[in-house]
């Protein structure tokens, strides 16, 4: 019988693919799909407004990197994610405790964002960076 998980997602806050190539990805999702993305000054494209997740985002390796490990450069024996997705949840760190016990190295531990979400991060099996996250301005709409 399989075992019943303590934590539960309570919705998809945010998904998008690792982005390598940052051109070829911009010109499939903006042109190609027509996805309005507001442009951070770093690169990021993110919208808050495509229904199916709250936020969808082209996320560049070096920034993965950068939020996973403090450097841009992705760890060579960590398997490079193709995507990413985030569930919020109710309680981290509790949910973080039960991936560890399960055997997942948590590569983010409970991580308070400068937006107010906290996070921990890990390497599914089908190798998607996945977050286990809290994030407030997310629930102020539901």
Known sequence: MQEIARTRALFIAGFGPIVIEARASRELYCQAFGIPFKEEKDGYLHTESLKGTNS??????????QSCFGTDSWPRDVPIPQAWIEFDVDNVEAATEERESRGY???VRNRSEPWGQTVSRFIGPEGLLVGITFTPSMRAEK
């Open 56 to 65: 969808f985002a082209l996320w560049p390796l070096p920034q993965a990197a």
């Open 105 to 107: 190295r948590m590569l």
